[in-house]
């Protein structure tokens, strides 16, 4: 089956920049989101096809893509900002989703 | 405002099934795709499926396919995902989530599904 591979841990220091990256051969075909989760809470979208932003989200976070590695990068990296992040995305008919194993994102 | 409200926790024994529902409100009911989305304890997202409330068409990852069923009742606004032959592996938070194409946007509060003996 398909499958998306992120890192499973990435750290950086407030105010740094922090890249996640996601890994797929469908990713040149299907578009990728990005949730981010905080424990004890349900998933929140902060990245939908690949680089746009939903309202409310703030604009250090944003989304790029290159073949078939899709990349989330947060600027100035706020304490808040601390928790795991998913790719998600579908196979390349578009028929199943699927989502990366998650990055843990620390604060230092 | 967009509001998916799900049924309240469950804890049944190995083999059994379970029956989780997910109301909408706030929004166009036939208009988004409802997915679903298991987390286990300490583990990431897995995606187990999409329900169209349109038409009632489904889609199912491979490896639930034959123990899961997703139904949607238009009149009430409401997606149910039924689980069968239940074991330990499935004990996890199960949530509903809408979307136009891909995008999860919309989250319920998740439903814990404990099965155990």
């Known amino acids: 089956s398909y499958e998306l591979t992120q890192p499973p841990s990435v750290s950086v220091s407030p105010g740094q920049t922090a890249r996640i990256t996601c890994s797929g051969d469908?990713?040149?075909?299907?578009?990728a989101y990005w949730y981010q989760q905080k424990p004890g809470q349900a998933p929140v979208l902060v990245i939908y096809k690949d680089s746009e932003r939903p309202s409310g989200i703030p604009e250090r976070f944003s989304g790029s893509s290159s073949g078939t590695t899709v990349t989330l990068t947060i600027s100035g990296v706020q304490a808040e900002d601390e928790a795991d992040y998913y790719c998600?995305?579908?196979?390349?008919?578009?028929?199943?989703?699927?989502f990366g194993g998650g990055t843990k994102l620390t604060v230092l | 405002q967009v509001q998916l409200v799900q049924s309240g926790a469950e804890v049944k024994k190995p083999g059994a099934s379970v029956k989780v529902s997910c109301k909408a409100s706030?929004?166009?009911?036939?208009?988004?795709?409802m997915h679903w989305v298991r987390q286990a304890p300490g583990q990431g997202l897995e995606w187990m499926g999409i329900i169209n409330p349109s038409g009632g068409s489904t889609s199912y990852a491979q490896k639930f396919q034959g123990r899961v069923t997703m139904t949607r009742d238009t009149s009430t606004s409401t997606v149910y995902m039924e689980l069968s032959s239940l074991r330990s592996e499935d004990t996890a938070v199960y949530y509903c989530?809408?979307?136009?194409?891909?995008?999860?946007?919309?989250w319920g509060q998740g439903t814990l599904v404990t099965v155990s003996s």
């Open positions: 998600q995305s579908a196979d390349s008919s578009g028929t199943y989703g699927v």
């Open positions: 469908a990713l040149p075909k299907q578009y």
């Open positions: 989530a809408r979307s136009e194409s891909w995008e999860l946007s919309g």
């Open positions: 706030g929004y166009t009911f036939t208009s988004y795709y």
